[in-house]
C-alpha cells in the first residue's frame, strides 16, 4: 500500500482534479482526490511525492500487430511513390513479405525486437497492450506467434492481451481449406492451451469476406474467446453489422464506415477503434467526429503498429491525430486511449484511476494533455503498474 501525494494535477477519463493524491493497495486505486480530503485512515501508508507531476490513466493501445521481423521500409518508398498498397499485397508483396521474414526468423529475434517495441510504447506511457498473431499464416506458424506472445509477457512489465489474427490465406492454401483448418484445429488448440484471449479477423475486399470471417469468429465465440473485426478499412464490405450481430468487443480502422454502420456498432456496444496511423498511410479519411457523435458510438485509439501501413509507436502522436484528424477533443483523445481503449479489451478495470480500477499510471512533467498538444513532444517522467515504477 502506498499514497502518492504532490500531483498538481490529475486527469482521469470521469474526474479531474488539481492538488492530488491516490491511494494504492494490491495494484488497485483504493482512493482518489483533493490531497486536502485524504482521509486520516491514509496518513499512516507509506508515501511518495509526486513533486508537482501531472497524473494520467496507463495508456492502453488495444490494436498492435508488434511481433513480426523485418520492415517494409522499399514498401514504403514504392508506395509513397503512388504504388498502391492492396497492387503490392496482390503480387505477393506487403503482408506477405513480411510473413516471410518472420517464418524465417528465430525465435530470439522476434522476441528482442518486440520487446524493444514495448519498451518504446512503455516509454510513452503504454501500460497494457494487444498483441495479435497474423504474420505466420501456416497454423503451426499462427500457433508458434502466440507462443512467443506469451513468452514476450514474461519479459514486459505491461499487461499483455493476446489475439489470434485471421490475416490472409497463405500462399498455395484454397481458401476454404485454410478456414476450415483455423477453425477446427487452430481456435480448439488456442483454446485448450489458452494462447488468446481474443480473435480478430481481416474482413475486407481482399482479404476475408464478411461470410468468412462470420464462420471463423462465431466459432472463436463458442470457444469462449472475445471477438474483434478489421472492418471498413480498404473498402465498405458490412463488417460493422457482422460486428453488431457478433457483439463484439471491437471494430476497427472503419474508414470507410457509413453512419448507419457507426449506429449499429454503438446500438450493440461495440467500442469503435480508430487506427489514424493506417488510415494517414494508405490515404483513407478517418471517420469525422461529428459522425461518430451523430451515431453515438464509443470510440477508442490504437496505434495499429505493423511494419506496414502504420510503424507508430507514439500514441500521444496518435491522439494528437485524433485530435486534429478526427476532430475529438483532447479530452476525449484521451479517455478514447485509456477507458475506451480498455473496453475494446473488455478490461473495465483499466485505463481509469478511480476506487476499484487498477493503479496503472503515468506522471508528467507538464499539464495531462500537454503531448496531445505538441505532438508527441514531453514523454512521461516515469510509469507506474500497479502502483509500481517500471520506467523512468
Ligand atoms: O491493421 N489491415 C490489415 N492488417 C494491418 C496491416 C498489415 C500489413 O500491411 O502488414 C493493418 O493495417
Ligand atoms: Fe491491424
Known amino acids: 500500500m502506498k499514497v502518492f501525494r504532490g500531483i498538481r494535477e490529475l486527469l482521469s477519463p470521469f474526474a479531474r482534479y488539481r492538488e492530488a493524491a491516490l491511494a494504492v493497495r494490491e495494484g488497485r486505486v483504493v ?26 490513466p496507463g495508456l492502453v493501445d488495444p490494436h498492435t500487430h508488434l511481433i513480426y521481423a523485418g520492415d517494409r521500409y522499399e514498401e514504403f518508398l514504392r508506395r509513397s511513390r503512388g504504388e498502391p498498397y492492396e497492387a503490392i499485397l496482390r503480387a505477393g508483396g506487403g503482408i506477405y513479405e513480411t510473413v516471410r521474414a518472420t517464418v524465417q526468423a528465430e525465435d530470439e529475434v522476434l522476441l528482442s525486437s518486440a520487446q524493444a517495441r514495448a519498451r518504446s510504447l512503455l516509454a510513452h506511457g503504454v501500460t497494457s497492450l494487444e498483441i495479435k498473431s497474423g504474420y505466420g499464416l501456416e497454423p503451426e506458424a499462427e500457433l508458434r506467434l502466440l507462443r512467443l ?91 460493422s453489422h457482422l460486428a453488431a450481430r457478433l457483439q463484439a468487443l471491437s471494430a476497427d480502422h472503419l474508414e470507410m464506415a457509413t453512419l448507419e454502420d457507426l449506429s449499429s456498432l454503438a446500438k450493440a456496444g461495440v467500442v469503435a477503434v480508430l487506427l489514424p496511423g493506417a488510415a494517414l498511410s494508405l490515404k483513407k479519411p478517418l471517420p469525422q467526429a461529428a459522425l461518430l457523435h ?5 470510440v477508442a485509439l490504437a496505434s495499429d503498429h505493423n511494419p506496414g501501413t502504420s510503424p507508430l509507436l507514439n500514441p500521444w502522436l496518435t491522439m494528437a491525430l485524433a485530435v486534429h484528424v478526427v476532430g475529438l477533443g483532447a479530452e476525449e483523445s484521451l479517455i478514447a486511449h485509456t477507458a475506451h481503449a480498455a473496453l475494446a479489451l473488455g478490461r473495465p478495470e483499466l485505463g481509469r484511476l478511480e476506487p476499484g480500477a487498477v493503479a496503472d499510471f503515468v506522471a508528467l512533467e507538464v499539464p495531462p494533455l500537454d503531448p496531445i498538444y505538441r505532438f508527441g513532444e514531453h514523454p512521461p517522467l516515469a510509469v507506474y503498474i500497479g502502483g509500481e515504477r517500471v520506467w523512468s
Open 31 to 56: 482512493w482518489v482526490g483533493p490531497e486536502r480530503e485524504l482521509p486520516e485512515a491514509f496518513a499512516s501508508w507509506p508515501q511518495e511525492d509526486l513533486l508537482g507531476a501531472s497524473v494520467v
Open 149 to 239: 506472445i506469451r513468452r514476450l509477457e514474461e519479459r514486459l512489465p505491461q499487461r499483455v492481451f493476446a489475439t489470434l489474427l485471421a490475416h490472409a490465406v497463405p500462399r498455395g492454401w484454397a481458401r476454404k481449406t485454410y478456414l476450415r483448418t483455423l477453425v477446427e484445429e487452430v481456435l480448439p488448440q488456442v483454446a485448450q492451451e489458452r494462447l488468446a484471449l481474443m480473435a480478430d479477423v481481416f474482413c475486407d475486399q481482399g482479404a476475408f469476406t464478411v461470410e468468412e470471417a462470420e464462420v471463423f469468429l462465431s466459432r472463436a465465440k463458442a470457444h469462449g474467446l472475445g471477438v474483434r473485426l478489421h472492418a471498413e478499412q480498404i473498402a465498405r464490405t458490412g463488417a
Open 294 to 298: 451523430q451515431a453515438g458510438v464509443r
